[in-house]
């Protein structure tokens, strides 16, 4: 039996596999965070109530409307965007002229709006969405079983992150938003909207976080709890990529996902605290992130 420092290969590789499917969830979700925070300054503490809300429309809509996941994944993410929408409309846009401290306490206040409201109505267990039937079985590699949606849940991440950052980076929209957050007043005189640019931003990161959420609904439990116990964990990987940096929200994700899986594989007790020591360390020796700008 072939053994990676003192561990069978199979289960070697099974953790590396499981640690880079929670680092594209990682990834994905504070690419979103990164997106809102990074051109609109707004610490979105909704962020995780949002991939439950993507997780849990996508589970009515089968239950209650018969939509199936494929459907779902290009629908769920336009509604919970749509409503991400009418929020920095009505909300957030009160309060941008305030301290960043106030658009944290707002956003925080509406998870704990939206967490409480399914609470009462499905309590806390969570419940199942099946897999698709596309995406059922799995490959065998010869060193280990991979599951055929796992494997999706991998590329579709990758897909999407990458053109998200393509689009930010590299495009004339993504241009247009980042010289709209620097000088808003240059850009209006250009004839840019800029407030419908930043309603939109912060729908699409809002809209990146309920496709997390669907992607997630059939690996993990749907509940209304699923989004506040990962929305800590995926701070601490914004921190470490560096507040508002599209490359180092998706590196650091990936990252992240891969050094939690290794620790669970070689010392279990700590991989529940590994991502937040790094983060500690990091922010000793580069307080700015590792990919962020020097202040």
Do not use: C
């Amino acid at each position: 039996m072939t053994m990676i420092f003192g561990v069978p290969l199979a289960v070697f590789m099974g953790q590396l596999m499981l640690g880079l499917i929670n680092g594209a969830f990682y990834a994905l979700l504070s690419l979103g965070l990164a997106v809102i925070f990074g051109l609109l300054k707004i610490i979105n503490f909704a962020h995780g109530a949002q991939y439950m809300l993507g997780a849990f429309a996508a589970m009515l809509a089968l239950e209650y409307l018969g939509i199936n996941y494929w459907a779902a994944l290009l629908l769920v993410p336009l509604v919970v965007g749509v409503l991400g929408v009418v929020i920095e409309r009505l909300v957030l846009r009160r309060i941008a002229h305030l301290d960043h401290l106030y658009g944290l306490l707002l956003t925080y206040g509406l998870a704990l709006i939206f967490e409480g409201t399914l609470i009462n109505i499905f309590g806390v267990s969570g419940s199942s969405y099946p897999t698709p039937e596309a995406l059922q079985g799995g490959l065998n590699l010869g060193f280990m079983f991979l599951p055929t949606y796992r494997a999706w849940v991998l590329v579709a991440a990758l897909v999407v992150s990458g053109g998200t950052w393509f689009i930010i980076e590299r495009t004339r929209l993504g241009a247009y938003l980042r010289a709209g957050t620097e000088n808003p007043a240059l850009m209006q005189a250009f004839g840019v909207n800029v407030p419908q640019l930043i309603t939109l931003t912060y729908g699409f990161g809002v809209a990146l976080a309920a496709f997390a959420g669907v992607l997630a609904a059939p690996l993990y439990p749907v509940s209304p709890t699923m989004g506040s116990s990962l929305l800590i964990v995926v701070f601490a990987v914004v921190v470490i990529g560096g507040m508002g940096s599209i490359l180092g929200a998706i590196i650091t994700g990936l990252a992240m996902g891969l050094i939690e899986g290794l620790t669970k594989v070689y010392y279990p007790e700590a991989a529940n605290t590994v991502i937040f020591l790094v983060m500690i360390l990091v922010l000793l020796l580069r307080p700015s992130g590792l990919f962020g700008k020097e202040a």
